[in-house]
């Protein structure tokens, strides 16, 4: 895999940690790419990724084949000690290609076909793409698989384009017979009489547009995750016959994109990788290293970014350039949480097309813009960096479960305007990194042994496999943390005949009564703080008389007054809290703290706030402390022991300063 040593290939000689950019060698004329090449070998670039638009250069009509410029650039950066990761082009289908086959193009929700020339405007569904798809990845894989200067594939770019053509709609059809045998069980799972929608004919059932029968949408999103799943599947057959071992497949997924499940879709790959882009406004690391930690779950190892914004990008509302030195603290953040290798998009700034003042590492001319010597400098940190942090991991005891099933459903009908999964989550995710406290984002169905405690925020779909697990999770000790919503459908997407959490109510020792979408806050009190629940409120009706109540409602609408609104019970050595409030920031730090220290688990080290302390740990054991200061002023940090800090290569004592966006490496001094 991608840090396996293998005396074959030379740029492989040692695991590093990997700086680099897209490089399109195709948009400039050949005489330009040593300069290139040099300027990005003097920034420390171990790597380039290259090739994943350039289908007409690669194939300029069908069956015509041109890779002898991209074998020379692979060869040039080859000679600067620079590696290549090479893309498939079929996120950008040529225009002979919609020419020759019209119905490649995909169907929007309104019926009509895109436009070429927008990306990703292909069906991902369309037989004649699936054809043309083979022919150009199996041509590369042929040319390119057995290179040894090329490390790592990345499939296609950024998936995201849904289709609604006649044929996603007979395959769809065809998925929903697989999946449910006969149509008396889907009318059934459905609850079709409601509204008078049972279907008598697999071909009455269509693909949803707006709101529709909960079953029917979540079951296209099931379509549409298996429809990429099958695209990928063809590409990874043509590649892998000719690539030796240690070269590794990813596709570089969007953040929160929830158009499919991207657990699923991760599954087949050898490794994950996303891109991460600010926009508008400046990084939040308490917010942004969820969404780090939420790759690094779907495949529960390292991760490459493969591409984030070296200053500004040209999509946003305000497209501010991010703060000196905010780059690099950027950079070291996604390290710090798993990745191992950090890519700008892109190099160097276009003449034409649809992102021309998106940022750069040297801009249109060539030059290098001024960002350029934070570049070096985090070129040569890696560098020193490489041999310290090659094969470690990110340890963490405690895991959020993340269910795209439970945000499509309420994203769906989400009963209050604001109330957000992702937002929810992360306000779980926000109390644990402010304490510096590790965490995995895992997907239900993941195994829990070895965390301490699980959070299962608005896990509103609740299947029996999921519920057994995290019973037997509290069985072995755990403290599970379970919030609003949760537990309130079945798979198909159809209320549960019980009351919420459903199957987890003994464990928990509470149902809930009622639930309420709030127009205003409801004040709160708790054994140990106040505050508002914000958003929703639920009432919960305790069972047993081992639950202890933790907070209640105050003044409200009559039917929440000086009702329960959280709870712990003791199951089976375990403990299990419900939180049936949206609890302000205040007060939900002071609940999280609490459930941290009766979890007995503690910050990885103490630190101001703004300050981000992270471990990364190596098979023998050894342990690396990244911090960062993500604030524009100087901050102390006071150290539990004597340290070795490994960017100066000087001894510390007992407390550091770090500058506006600062970075130290530390090791506890022998």
């Known amino acids: 895999m991608p840090n396996n040593q293998n005396a074959d290939y030379p ?201 529709h029968n909960p079953g029917l949408m979540l079951e296209f999103k099931h379509f549409v995750t298996e429809s990429y799943r099958r695209f990928q599947r063809l590409q990874l057959d043509a590649l892998r016959p000719h690539l030796p071992d240690g070269v590794w497949v990813t596709h570089n997924f969007m953040n929160w994109f929830d158009g499919f499940d991207h657990y699923a879709l991760a599954e087949d790959l050898d490794l994950a990788s996303w891109d991460w882009y600010v926009g508008t406004g400046h990084n939040d690391y308490l917010s942004s290293g969820a969404a780090h930690d939420l790759v690094r779950g779907f495949k529960r190892r390292n991760f490459w970014l493969m591409e984030t914004q070296p200053g500004n990008v040209n999509w946003s509302t305000i497209n501010n350039s991010l703060n000196k030195g905010e780059a690099r603290a950027m950079a070291w953040h996604a390290v710090a949480h798993g990745a191992d290798a950090v890519l700008y998009w892109q190099w160097r700034s276009a003449p034409n097309g649809q992102e021309q003042y998106h940022g750069t590492v040297v801009d249109q001319s060539g030059q290098p813009r001024p960002l350029y010597e934070e570049v070096q400098q985090l070129g040569r940190e890696f560098a020193a960096a490489s041999p310290l942090l090659t094969d470690s991991t990110s340890p963490a005891r405690v895991a959020i479960i993340n269910s795209y099933d439970s945000r499509w459903s309420i994203q769906w009908q989400p009963h209050h305007r604001d109330f957000d999964y992702v937002d929810h989550l992360i306000h779980y995710y926000r109390p644990l990194a402010a304490r510096n406290i590790d965490v995995d984002i895992l997907p239900p169905h993941a195994p829990l042994k070895g965390y301490q405690l699980v959070i299962a925020p608005a896990l509103l779909l609740l299947n029996e496999g999921t519920a057994e697990r995290l019973i037997e999770f509290v069985r072995r000790r755990g403290h599970l943390v379970l919030t609003t919503r949760c537990g309130m459908k079945d798979k198909y997407n159809a209320l549960l005949p019980a009351r919420q959490p459903g199957p987890l109510a003994e464990m928990a020792g509470v149902e809930v009564e009622e639930y309420y979408a709030l127009q205003d806050d409801v004040p709160i009190v708790g054994n140990w703080f106040s505050g508002v629940s914000q958003l929703w409120a639920e009432r919960l009706k305790v069972l047993n008389n081992v639950v202890a109540p933790i907070a209640r409602y105050g003044p409200s609408n009559g039917w929440l007054d000086d009702q329960v609104g959280i709870t712990v019970n003791s199951y089976h050595g375990g403990f299990v809290y419900y939180v049936g409030m949206v609890l302000d920031e205040t007060a939900q730090q002071a609940l999280m703290d609490r459930i941290l220290k009766t979890a007995v688990i503690r910050p990885v080290m103490d630190a101001p706030p703004g300050v981000e302390v992270r471990k990364r740990v190596d098979a023998a054991d050894k342990e690396v402390f990244i911090v960062i200061n993500h604030e524009r002023a100087v901050q102390t940090v006071q150290l539990p022991w004597p340290a070795y800090e490994h960017l100066t290569g000087l001894a510390v004592g007992d407390q550091i300063k770090l500058g506006p966006y600062g970075v130290v490496l530390l090791s506890q001094s022998d």
């Open 11 to 211: 740029n492989q000689e040692h695991p590093r940690l990997y700086l680099g950019a897209a490089y399109y060698p195709e948009h400039w004329p050949e005489e330009r790419w040593p300069e290139d090449v040099r300027l990005m070998s003097e920034a420390g670039f171990t790597v380039a990724r290259m090739a994943e638009f350039a289908w007409s250069t690669l194939e300029p009509a069908e069956g015509e084949f041109d890779f002898d410029w991209l074998d020379r650039a692979i060869s040039q950066f080859a000679s600067a000690g620079i590696v290549s990761v090479l893309g498939t082009p079929t996120a950008a289908p040529p225009a002979w290609l919609m020419q020759q086959h019209p119905d490649v193009l995909a169907v929007d929700e309104n019926g009509r076909r895109v436009q070429f020339g927008n990306r990703c405007h292909y069906c991902v569904n369309a037989p004649e793409f699936h054809d043309a798809t083979r022919r150009i990845v199996g041509a590369m894989a042929e040319r390119f698989g057995s290179n040894p200067h090329v490390i790592g594939w990345q499939l296609d770019n950024e998936y995201n384009r849904v289709c609604y053509c006649d044929h996603c709609k007979s395959l769809f059809q065809q998925y929903l017979a697989e999946r449910f045998g006969t149509l008396d069980a889907l009318n059934q799972h459905w609850a079709t009489r409601y509204w008078s929608q049972t279907y008598s004919a697999w071909e009455q059932i269509p693909i949803p547009i707006g709101p």
